[in-house]
């Protein structure tokens, strides 16, 4: 088994932001690899933590105070929160209590996230296949692979992706994640970089659904296009993007077949870069999330007045075609009113002179 058997992913607590979050026992050195520039939680449960970081690329220095490192922040149960972290930032994080006994270490791989190889099963396309690191001949670099996520979407077609990490295997020996492994030499090779691997999924809903935001945004004047982010995605975390009730799959841009969207890859979607104004929905571990509303500029404006000013004379005929209509019925009420008067008018009359006939006739007798 791999070194990362006591590392156990979790999430923060909700006034956190939901960061994603590891967690090591207490007393417990544990190995993880990770990806840069996504947020970390690191959690030390000790009143008055003191961290300290060690750089496998600066090896001359331990730091020990957060301010040293601007993207690390101390949490005030003693947990640091890491901001995009580098792949600079590879190392030991010790964290320790008030009197200087160690409470947790962290050995941290960040591997670097724009290096990600991402390909789609349903595509036919094939992960990175293991090879032999140019030292001794004996080194195997392969992919370690992490669970599947959940299905993006439910009661739908919808994808589901995982997560592989670089690791090197010396025979007998057991892998460390590649840049562990290499420390601080300045060794690279294409195989070394960390993967994505998508595929279809379709599994029922089970889900309800959470706080809403709402948004507009407008495309740019220079780009054509508007970055939508959506809240508390991660790229540990399933996500998914619809415009108009039609969902943004990673199969469709990596067919080449989504020209007007763009799926952030660094970070697992969560930022869509678009093209053209819709209104984009955006769900998280399959829970609503946000919706973004395109905002009207002078061009859509003057779209809209045209069409309103073309549909205006289509309205004034169809209103008189209606009215003509109505004048019409009303005539043709008043002509069959007015016949109606007439023979009742003669009905009347000739009546009348049947009963003087009939009086008379009696006197005679």
Known sequence: MLTTLWLLPSFAVPVLGLYVSVRCPHGKQCQRALLSNNDIFLHCNSSGAQWHYFFLQDETNWYSHPPSVPNIEIMPEGSILIKSPLPSQTGIYNCRDKNGIQVVQYEIDFQDVSTLHITHRGLGQKPLQNETLSLGGKEIIFTYWEPWQDCNRCGKLGERKRLGYCYIQEPLEKPLPCWFYLGDARL?????????????CNVQCETQLGQVTFDN??????????????????????ITWEANNTPLTWQGQLSGQDVTTILDPSNGGRRLQVFQPAIY????????????????????????????????????????????????????????GTLLGLLGLLLKLFRPSRSKRSNRTLLVK
């Open 188 to 200: 690279w090779s294409s195989r070394m970089r960390p993967e994505m691997q998508v595929e279809a």
């Open 217 to 238: 945004f407008e495309l740019s004047e220079e780009s054509g296009s508007a970055w939508l982010t959506c809240p508390l995605g991660s790229i540990y975390r399933p």
């Open 281 to 336: 929905t955006c769900f998280v571990q399959q829970e609503f999330m946000a919706r973004f509303n395109p905002r009207p500029g002078l061009d859509t404006l003057e779209t809209l007045q045209r069409e309103e000013a073309g549909q205006q004379p289509e309205a004034g005929r169809a209103r008189k075609g209606k009215a003509d209509t109505v004048f019409k019925g009303l005539k043709l009420v008043l002509l069959v």
